[in-house]
Each structure stands twice: as structure tokens, then as C-alpha cells.
């Protein structure tokens, strides 16, 4: 079935997407059943089928799950227990999550047929920019992909993060060359900054041939941006001599660069010591990589924080948010690459694994109910529920238009009904396939008191003020936020990385307006809030203006945590007290909101 369909789809993208999506409901419903033959004989499945492989009795019988419920499991898998615990086939290896969107790493099992299947949807992302896109095929792609060195469990089974196992994988070695300007060696390096280094190098030496520059996420590529505006010199000096700098020491590196940087190049050096030497870096993508036809990053979810400053740098170069996925599954891919950013849907891939939906409202919305599950903190609550009062999710055939749904699912390598923790909302179909927008990540929010503000709400607040902002030259590069409790009442305080557009220096911020963008936040949340801001329950919201580069330096201490480059997404709000720490210390300026009443 999906296998044999996966097999001749590689010639004919398109085509394989058009019978994949077509035949969703009947794919989902053969997933289901293979999964339940291959794992209804499982410790953990037995407990609710009894052996039995039956669809009604695994929706009637087998919990939906979080993460916390599987662990003791994987746990045990991690400490020499068989795997098949949990699935029939043998782990290959365990994937470990980002940990930045949802606290701690995870582990979830992989095996070597699953995750060529997971990485499919890599390429079937290529036929569809390829319909969007001339003459790509006369070009290759500038990557900023890094890997990460993984661990090893108490088993014996290696842990990485999925990137890393992708691109350390046969099959990216062997696709690499022809699809990458930067040599693998260079991607492969396990020291970021000469990885980052390497991979602008040979892009900028290489220039005229690049057609697309990709990262994993939006905010790699925004790091990159910035890594070079503080290495261009360097760069140029490089390029104009002929000799690589002395400090990138990993051989890999050095060899391939080396192959490639074979001569003294004075007029490359001049003309792009040119165009990095303007005050102004807007448009630099587009004059360093000339020939580029599209930016291909993540840019939704909490990445969109990132699509005013990938505008301004990419002078008008599409923004592409290919797919949608995670460590546990691969959900869907964008089909309509040249979609706004802000309206990018992802069409669910029937084959990849068994999805369901949970229907959530917004707390205080007109069919919202008690939900079931505890230990998420969230303003959604589960709308649709039984007699016995337990939450139903529905399937890809059930989904309704404008509805907002949890997602969970049912994977090949030993996930059943868990709940992935993502907010989507149904926005259209694909032949009889959903698409979906992604919202937020469900269990994301600041809290004071009753008050509850949810990553959507904080980023949809923080774009009404951006806004008042960006007329005045500000691009707001980065964000994030924490509750501060220590006094009573507690506030929510923002920090803002910002940039000025005509310059690589920022002017002095005028307060009255920094605070009027405090206003328009507090304006922006909800009902609770405000009543809690009025009866002083929260006091006034706060500002902190951070120096350039302060936001790397979060992102440098996540990643010395454990955190991978590649999938690192900057917290919109902070939990961490060590992190706190890492943006006070870049604090230039805070701004406090004048407002006192918001009730009138
Ligand atoms: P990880 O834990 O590193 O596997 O990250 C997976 C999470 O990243 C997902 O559950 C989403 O919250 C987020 N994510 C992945 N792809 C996208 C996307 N296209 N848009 C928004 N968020 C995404």
C-alpha cells in the first residue's frame, strides 16, 4: 500500500502527492491496520486490545496519552529492556527533541524502515517549489544545516536529534552534492561557528550558482545573517588572499573550503566588501546571492517573530515554510509555496502515520467544556466530549473547516493516541487530505493569577505593537518573555532584541513610544487580563531592550543544555531562571506601560 505507492513516487512528485492526498481517508485507515498488526502483541498495547487488532476497540480502549505517560516505557527501553515492550521492530536508535518548545528532551524510539519514510517528506517538498519556481535545477541550494553529537543510553542505543540523523544519513550523503553548495564535510562539522563559517564561505564563493538558501527554522537563518555581519570582513579577507583563517582547524572543513577556495579572488572580495560595507543591510540576500529565487525556513509557529527581519533581509526573495514536522512524526508539507507567510497551511500526509484531532475551543468560548487532561496548562479546553464525559477526537474524515484541534497520533515506532501538544486550525482541503494552520503549541503560556496568555495571543499582541514600530525604521529582530512573580503583584516583562534599518547602529529609543508599545500589548491580551491589570491583581507590563546579540547568547546557552542548533525555536515565554539571566544581562532600556485603565 503507502510502502508500494513510496517506491514510484520519486520520478513523479507531484503525481505521487495527487494519489497520496486523494486517497487519505482509505490510506489513514491502512495505516491504522499495519500499525495494529505489527504492534497489537506489544506489552504496552496488550494492556488495552488484548491481542486483538481491531480499530473500534483501539479508539474505544487505548488512552490518548502525553509523553509523561509513555517515559516509564521508553525508560526502560533506554536501560536495556527489549523494545518490543512498546513496537515489533527493532529501535534503531532514539530521536531526542529540540527540548526548547516543550521543557525537557524527549526520547522517541525510531526504527531504519520508519525513518525513511519520516524523511520522504524532504523530498517531496522538491517537486512542489520546482512547480513554483523556474530553473532551479541550474542551481543548488546555500544550506545553514548543522548537526549535533548525539549520546548514548544506559542500552547502548544512540540518541540524536533528528537533523543530526538526517543529515548524517546514507542517503543525505548521497543526495547532498547534488542538491548543496556547502560541501557535507562542512555541515558535518560538530563546531558550529566554523560549520557557520565554512557554509557562508563556500555560499558566497559560489555565489552566482545559488538558488535557494534553506535552513531547518527561520531563526538558524536570522543567527546566520547576523554571524555574518560580524564575520564579513573576515570573510572578504579570506576570499581576496586565497588562504582559509588559521582558527578553522576541523579537517573536514578545512580540506573541502580548501578545494574551493583555490585562488586569490581581490574582485569577489571588493564587491561584496561592498555590499556588506553599506550602512543599510536591507536586501543583503538578495545582493550577496543574486541568482536566489526563495528562502526556504520554518516561519511559522514562533518562528513568525522572525518574518519581518527575514523581509528586510531577503529585499523581496520569497519566504518558503516548507513542511511541518517533529520528532515524532512528519505531519504535512506546504503546497502553495508563495502563500503569505502569515497564512502558510501544511497538507497532512496520509501515509506517515495515524493522525486524530481533538477538538479544543478557547476557554470562555461558546462550546468550551471542562477537559479531562491534566497537566497541561492551557486556555484551550476540549470541546467535544461523551457521555462519560471523556474527550472524542475525530478522524481526517471527521475534521471540520474552522475548527481548532490538538493533534495526536498513532506512529509505526510506538506512539499510540499521544498528544503532540500542537494547536492547528483546519483552514482547507487537498483532495480528501486537511490542511492545516499551525497556531501554538498547546502548553506555552505566561500566567499571573487567573490570567493565562498563550503563545498566539502574546505573538499576535507583540505584532500590533510591532507595527507602531516598524514606521520609524525599528524591526523588532527577536522576542521573548518571562512572569516575573518575585513582587506582588507580578508583571509580565517583555525582551526585545530591536534593529534600525538604515544602520548597524540603533539611534536612542524615544520612551514615549516605547511605552505606548507596552500600551498597545496590554491592549492587545485578553479579557482576564485586562480586569486583573485594572483591579491591580498584575502590575504594569515591562520592556527590556536588549543589545544586539544578546538572543544568540540565548540561544548559545540553550544549545550548551543540549539544545540542537537546527531545531532550536527561541522561547516565547521563558521558564528557565538561568535563562532570565541570560537577557538581563544584555539589558540596555526598560520601558513600563503607562496604562492604568483598560475597562471603559
Ligand atoms: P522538536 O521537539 O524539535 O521535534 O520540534 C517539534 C515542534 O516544532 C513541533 O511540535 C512544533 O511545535 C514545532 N514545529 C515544527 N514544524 C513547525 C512548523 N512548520 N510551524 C510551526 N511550528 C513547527
Redesign the pocket.
Known sequence: MADQMETRNYENGWKFLEELTENGHRIQEQVLEEILLRNAGTEYLSRFLHGQTDKQLFKNNVPIVTYEDIKPYIDRIANGETSNILLADPISEF?Q??????GQ??L?PMTAENFEKKTLELTLVDPVVKKYFDGLEKGKTMSLFFVKKGSETPSGLTAR??TSCYFMSDSFKKSAPKICRSPIETILCLDHKQSMYCQLLTGLLQRDHVVSISSI?GSVLARSIKFLEDQWNELCSNIRTGCLSDWITDPGCRNTVSSILTRPNPELADMIEHICGNESWEGIIKKLWPKAKYINS??????SQYISLLDFYGGGIPLV????????ST?GI?LNPLSSPYD?S?TFLPNMAYFEFLPVDKDGGENARESDFDGVSSQWSSEITNANGNVEPVDFANVKLGQYYEVVVTTFTGLYRYR???VLKLTGFHNNSPQFQ?V??RNTVLSIDMDKTSEADLLQAIGNAKRHLEPLGFILMTFSSYAETSSIPGRYVLFWELKFKESTRCPKLDAKIMEQCCSIVEESLDFTYKSLREANKIAALELRVVKHGTFDALMDFYVSKGA?IN?Y?TPCCIQSEEAVKVLNSGVVEKFFSPKTFFLS
Open positions: 530521536i527533541s529540540s527540548g526548547t518548545s516543550g528532551p524527549k522517541i536529534t533528528l527554522f520554518v516561519i511559522t509557529g514562533t518562528m515554510s516548507p513542511s511541518y514536522g517533529s520528532s515524532e505531519f506546504n502558510v501544511y503532540v501538544g500542537d499551525f501554538e503549541r540542537s531545531q525555536k
